[in-house]
Structure formats: structure tokens, C-alpha cells
Nanobody
């Protein structure tokens, strides 16, 4: 069973940084892409970033490009999202999601089939 657990959210001031972690289990880490999705109050879910653990390729939404960095630790089966220069519009619940090799290229991050509980990020102005 694919399990994902996001952590690391919190309250930070504008311009601050946070690092989110996504601990995973129940699948072969290198065979999956792991993505981050966020949902702000009253807004649709947004695919923020993904990393394909097979080849290390990454993607960032324009809204976070240059500020967020995704990385993975294969030894710990954990994916991280380093968020710098945070803005109030980054306030949202952040979820990590997973898709296997044969699916992730065909799906937007918001439709990855496995998703964990979210972690709240609040950026104060």
C-alpha cells in the first residue's frame, strides 16, 4: 500500500523559508514520481512541483519557479520541498502525491493516484 506523509508546514513571515518533507513507504521509490500539490482556501488545487525518482527530472509551476526546490533522498524514501522567498499567496495546505512510472507522464500532478495528508503553510504579510 502506497503511503505518503507530509510534514514541515508552519507559520512564517513573508520572505521566509520552510522545508516540507514527504515520507513514503509501500512502493519502490525509484519507480515513482512524487509531486507536491497545494490548495488555498477558496481556490483550486495547484500542482506545484514534481520529481521523477527514476531519472531525477523535475518540474516547477511558474508561480514557484526560482523560489522552490524539490529533491529526494533515496536512502530515506523521502522527498523534500525547500521553499524560499515565501509570499502570502503561497499560503495553502500542501500535499504530496505519487504516481508510478507508467502513469506520471500522462497525468497532471493534481491527479496523481496516491496522496497523503496535507501540511498547512501560512505566510504572514
Amino acid at each position: 500500500e502506497v503511503q505518503l506523509q507530509a510534514s514541515g508546514g508552519g507559520l512564517v513571515q513573508t520572505g521566509g523559508s520552510l522545508r516540507l518533507s514527504c515520507a513514503t513507504s509501500g512502493f519502490t521509490f525509484d519507480d515513482y514520481a512524487i509531486g507536491w500539490i497545494r490548495q488555498a482556501p477558496g481556490k483550486e488545487r495547484e500542482g506545484v512541483s514534481y520529481i521523477n525518482n527514476g531519472d531525477g527530472s523535475t518540474y516547477y509551476a511558474d508561480s514557484v519557479k526560482g523560489r522552490f526546490t524539490i529533491s529526494s533522498d533515496n536512502a530515506k524514501n523521502t522527498v523534500y520541498l525547500q521553499m524560499n522567498s515565501l509570499k502570502p499567496e503561497d499560503t495553502a495546505v500542501y500535499y504530496c502525491a505519487a504516481a508510478p512510472e507508467y502513469q506520471w507522464r500522462e497525468l497532471p500532478i493534481t491527479e496523481y493516484p496516491s496522496r497523503g495528508q496535507g501540511t498547512l503553510v501560512t505566510v504572514s504579510s
